[in-house]
């Protein structure tokens, strides 16, 4: 009676909670500020096609938004996948990923962040949404002392058809949304924005290019939903027109550049087990800052050309 009697209370306070944080005014950007994308697969192959950037920068033009993606495909909460090799191929102590995490948002100093969490812990299914919540709990707390603000993005459901057995589909969705309503449940209790894909998603076709990652219509939509959910203007030009493309293919450029800044591809010479032996290639990833910075530079005359 006790337990079900706290469950109650506890509905009734994200209840509570969740009204406040639907009547929140819309998200808005100072000018100059600095957007972190963090995550799994949804953020990191977002790079590759560049619609939920150029959706945000065509909706504020005149900010000067900066963006940088850091998102890892098979990364947890837990920050698991940036941790990085050693010895041979023998993996790090799983404490050290997050470490990696925490140095690199404390260098990138973000005023907003972005994650997309859920998709790779929901294989531990109901067993592992305590441990999920938690381990959100704890990457927010961490993010929360480098970011003044965090934006959760949830999980969205995987598509039908591509071979996969409906079945299979079914049971694996089941678990995503208790994934994606865990992330809702952190997000309001700690009073962050919260953006639901599950929900919009699992009345679409056409989304993915495989039944789990994002087409670029997948990525178009998902940048539209959160343009929405989080109360933004309307994109000052048409997505499809030329001028967009035009944005859109110099944004990709420059994410490509800031990807191999950040994830060079001789990793084990930079930071991993070999690094003594090829000491120059430490400095070599530094070295494509300039062209970062020239690129963000082409960017910024496109939206000023609007």
């Not at 941790?83 to 990696?100: Q, S, V």
């Not at 992330?183 to 989304?207: I, M, N």
């Amino acid at each position: 009676m006790k337990s079900k009697l706290t469950h109650i209370i506890r509905l009734l306070v994200l209840s509570s909670l969740l009204a406040a944080c639907t009547s929140r005014e819309s998200l808005s950007f100072e000018q100059d500020e600095k957007v972190v994308f963090l995550g799994n697969a949804f953020f990191e192959n977002a790079f590759e096609n560049g619609e939920i950037e150029t959706t945000f920068s065509l909706s504020f033009p005149e900010k000067n938004i900066t963006f940088r993606n850091i998102g890892w495909s098979g990364d947890n909460v837990y920050a698991h996948a940036r941790t990085r090799a050693r010895g041979g191929g023998r993996f790090g102590n799983p404490e050290e990923g997050f470490k990696i995490l925490t140095k690199q948002i404390a260098e990138l100093k973000p005023d907003k962040i972005f994650l997309a969490y859920g998709f790779n812990e929901s294989f531990d299914d109901d067993a592992g949404v305590e441990a999920y919540r938690d381990g959100l709990i704890r990457l927010l707390k961490m993010l929360g002392t480098h970011c003044p603000e965090l934006v959760l993005v949830s999980t969205y459901p995987m598509e039908k058809d591509f071979g996969i057995p409906a079945d299979h589909i079914e049971a694996r969705n089941q678990e995503l949304h208790k994934y994606a309503q865990a992330t809702e449940e952190v997000a309001v209790a700690g009073q962050h924005r919260y953006v639901d894909l599950f929900t919009p998603f699992s009345k679409k076709a056409g989304y993915t290019r495989n039944g789990i990652h994002l087409s670029s219509n997948g990525y178009r939509t998902a940048a539209d939903l959160m343009a929405e959910s989080l109360g933004f203007p309307s994109p000052v030009i048409s997505m499809d027109s030329e001028r967009a493309k035009r944005i859109r293919e110099a944004i990709i450029k420059k994410n490509i550049l800031f990807f191999h800044r950040w994830r060079p591809r001789n990793d084990a010479f930079v930071y991993g087990e070999r690094r003594d032996e090829q000491r120059i290639a430490q400095e070599e990833p530094a070295q494509i800052e300039p062209f970062i910075a020239n690129q963000e530079a082409a960017i910024t005359l496109l939206l000023e050309d609007l």
